[in-house]
């Protein structure tokens, strides 16, 4: 029986020939990943079992972005203790300050993560690296703890629903629409303990941007990891910035799946999920009137480059809506940088755009962004828990960029039919 | 054995219900305690009482890798959570931190608010005292039941690095 690519990956990271979903197996990490606020439980838990070096410290990566730059002194004084640590470990990867972007931008980015490595992270939304054909999965501080200090963890094989994607995808459609579209279509626990493995004609059309979004958001359907076979796009993306060598695995033709899920390009609409779970779902075309106060481009999701340069593509020339904060957070330096030499920060800060700089920020209700009771927001993040972005009488409606450019513009949801 | 009142929630109760990420400005227990499933139910920190329980439905815990989640619940003496499924996320910190989490469909199914629950933590054995009813849990892995032995994670790879 042949394996998924998951399976291989685990299975070469696990030192074994072969491994079948529920094995329980211990694995080698390539890149160990926290955040300032899940980094200081990890510490803390280090320095608990008397624990001297990391395992690597070139392999262990601490990313200030929850609350940074530090919205009040706690938040300051985690960062700090965060700070402290990484420079006695001398930790190679340590980012904060002018360095500083959302974590799971900035790995691959930086190519510090790419193809057959295996990630683990303190942070939910790590399974976004398996756009590149990497198996990474989020944990706790706990268990990030217990890989710093021997650079292992333990892993239970998942089983894999595969989403064969086809055709071209339709107008307007980014990785955001088909991920909420298949969110909506299976639910928030809808590939719960499960990998979600991505394949078919439709990818060869979707950017590394594209791919990253929609890896991203695994685990708002429950499952462990999100992954895509490196093509051409990939090996583009990666080479002259990985650090490492990649390797690529690929999923065997007779790989036992537990599902087969077929998703038509020609079938998609831009969508919107509702309040309050991320697989309340819409289209476009049936989301009726609703005004809001606040859009967000912002986030691990959706704040790339692409992101950044579709909504100002789309607002160019036009206004956001009187009464509406528009909130553009490109989500790494790098990013921040190139819009700006490309003039898209320009071209939304005339048409009346708030640019924060890269930070989580309003993602989890940190700052930069609240919002207030009664109040709405469309947003490109990814989840729309109650009280998620600020009051818990608030209300938060998640879509892709076009929608968010277009929302901007007429104040209450849109298509960016609307607005062409 | 583990024994209190029962506290009923519902399905996909998320990481940000369970501990807003408002309190995340520290890890202190009985900090994160006074606010624990606030946003799900502004009255249970100051309703619930050391040893009750919470029975959920379905994905309890998911959305946010936070650990401040389990920590919030087990600092204000939650005895365990059972629901009909947890979140992977936050199964494994559970676990890895000594909150005893069980699944059970049938608990998940017949208890009500304020029934009187005890759970044989080693049997896996939930009894209703008030309906006078008894429930099965999964059997939880034996990898696990050894993590639990051990005394959580952290303290196996202490074993491990013989520190
Ligand atoms: S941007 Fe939002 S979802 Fe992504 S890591 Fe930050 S808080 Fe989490």
Known sequence: MGMTITEKILAAHAGVESVRPGDLINCRVDIALANDITAPIAIRNFRKINAKKVFDRDKVVLVMDHFAPAKDIASANQIKFVAEFAEEQEITHFYDGAEMGVEHTILPEKGIVGPGDLVIGADSHTCTYGALGAFAAGVGSTDLAAAMVTGEAWYKVPETILFELKGKPAKWICGKDIILYIIGMIGVDGALYKSMEYSGDMISHLSIDDRFTISNMAVEAGAKNGIFHADDITKEYVEGRFQREPVYYESDADAEYFQRIVINGDELEPQVAFPHLPSNTRGISEVGEVRVNQVVVGSCTNARYSDIELVANLIKGKKVAKKVRMIVIPSSPAIYSRAMKNGLLEILIDAGAIISPPTCGPCLGGHMGILADGEKALTTTNRNFVGRMGSTKSEIYLAGPAVAAATAVTGKISSPEEIV | ?163
């Open chain 2, 1 to 163: 054995m583990m024994k209190g009142k029962a506290h009923i929630f519902g399905d996909d109760i998320d990481t940000d219900a369970i501990i807003p990420a408002r309190y995340l400005i520290t890890s202190d227990p009985d900090e994160l305690a006074k606010h624990v499933m606030e946003d799900a139910d502004p009255d249970f920190p100051s309703k619930m009482q050391r040893g009750d329980l919470i029975v959920a439905q379905k994905n309890f815990g998911c959305g946010s890798s936070r650990e401040h989640a389990p920590i919030a619940i087990k600092g204000a003496g939650i005895s365990c959570v059972i629901a009909r499924s947890f979140a992977r996320i936050f199964y494994r910190n559970a676990f890895n931190m000594g909150l005893p989490i069980f699944e059970s469909d049938e608990a998940a199914d017949k208890v009500s608010a304020g029934d009187e629950i005890e759970v044989d933590m080693d049997s896996g054995v939930i009894k209703n005292l008030t309906k006078n009813e008894e429930y099965r849990a999964a059997p939880i892995p034996p990898f696990m039941q050894e993590l639990i032995r051990s005394g959580g994670l952290m303290e196996s790879v202490r074993k491990k690095i013989g520190s």
